[in-house]
């Protein structure tokens, strides 16, 4: 991973924000994975300063050593106090006098409490509101990045073959998660993207419905949606297969949402808005008299964390770039009934899109 080269472009993205006068000079970075992302560290606790050709990562005691060793690169300053707030003192004493910073990942206490280090005449004016710039950096892959979560994605297809083999009507939903979870773990897994979602007959309805004590049937869906963290980037994929006898309509719901998931993977390539890519499995599934089922939006970014930029929605116009790595996960909830949903991670190629979690998506029946 070249972090210089991403607190370059951290720094570059900077420019133009604030005045001509009072130019923002410095960039203070808290959210925990905009720091492992520009410095590589993992720990719990730290705070990123850039500006002026440097960076400096704030953490306490606890992360001396691996500090070090993470942030090659960058100058670590271990702390007593609160890493944030020993940063802001710092930026203040280097004579910055305009600071940068990211609204949707600061509080409005922390602010405040930002403000407060500050000598009053710096008070009002030093932390500037500059928008996702790490976030928006983040959303498109580099090499190393993809080979990363190009292995993420198949170590959860491996989880779900192995899940296909142990799924039997009367187990629990929770020991379904359970034996997928330790197999996870077995797999290289650092931990689990989110709470992995089992849920089968009625409860395949709910589009995130948690494991639970209830039992596989001996007749309906099971939806299997997980996902895994290796070397920090989240995969994420759900399967929904069908236990025992098919009744008509499960079939066509079913292929109903395949086919629109199919034409959302067929739409994605670079400078393809995210809104069209969302529009071709919703037309799939409006053609189907299906649409008003379809609740949720079409896909999302995923990498360091499981949610990330873009989002795949209706009407959004946001461009797909080569790089990008996102979800496409239509799905059908019938209140009640039952649910479908299948997704898979798409990397952006330069003429369109590659699928990175290849298990099987036609009609499986155990
Ligand atoms: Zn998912
Ligand atoms: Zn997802």
């Given at each position: 991973m070249d972090f210089r080269a991403r607190q370059r472009r951290a720094v570059r993205a900077l420019?133009?924000?604030?005045?001509?006068?009072?130019?923002?000079e410095a960039l203070l970075v808290t959210h925990l994975p905009d720091v492992r992302y520009l410095c590589g560290f993992t720990g719990s606790s730290g705070a990123l300063v850039l500006g002026a050709g440097k960076a400096t990562l704030y953490t306490d005691g606890r992360y001396t050593v691996q500090a070090k060793a993470e942030a090659v690169g960058t100058k670590v300053e271990i702390v007593s106090k609160s890493a944030v707030l020993t940063a802001c003192e710092a930026i203040a004493a280097a004579g910055v006098t305009r600071c940068g910073f990211d609204a949707a990942q600061t509080t409005v206490a922390s602010l405040e409490a930002m403000q407060k280090t500050m000598p009053a005449k710096l008070r009002k004016a030093?932390?500037?509101?500059?928008?996702p710039i790490v976030a928006r950096l983040r959303e498109v892959k580099d090499k190393s990045e993809i080979e990363i979560i190009r292995r993420a994605a198949l170590v959860g297809c491996g989880l779900f073959d192995k899940a296909l083999g142990m799924m039997?009507?009367?187990?629990?939903e929770v020991a379904v998660a359970a034996e997928l979870e330790h197999a996870a773990r077995l797999a290289g897994a650092e931990r689990m993207s989110f709470d992995t979602i089992v849920a089968s007959g009625e409860r395949s309805a709910l589009p995130h419905g948690h494991a639970s004590a209830a039992k596989l049937p001996k007749r309906g869906f099971v939806t299997l949606d997980f996902g895994v963290v290796i070397d920090g980037y989240c995969s994420d994929m759900t399967r929904t297969v069908h236990m025992g006898r098919a009744l008509e309509d499960e079939l066509r719901v079913y292929d109903a949402v395949l086919e629109a998931q199919e034409a959302a993977v067929a739409a994605?390539?670079?400078?393809?808005?995210v809104g069209e890519v969302d529009e071709a499995a919703r037309s799939v599934l409006r053609r189907a008299g299906?649409?008003?089922?379809?609740?949720?939006?079409?896909g999302h970014g995923l990498g360091l964390e499981i949610h990330e930029q873009p989002r795949l929605a209706a009407k959004q116009t946001q461009l797909l770039e080569r790089g990008m790595v996102v979800t496409i996960e239509p799905g059908v909830y019938l209140p009640g009934r039952f649910g479908v949903r299948i997704e898979d991670m798409v990397l952006v190629t330069a003429t369109g899109g590659e699928v990175l979690t290849p298990s099987v998506k036609a009609w499986t029946q155990l």
């Open positions: 420019k133009g924000s604030g005045t001509a006068e009072h130019p923002v030093m932390f500037q509101p500059v928008g039997r009507s009367g187990m629990t994605i390539r670079p400078r393809v808005s299906l649409d008003q089922y379809f609740t949720h939006s079409t």
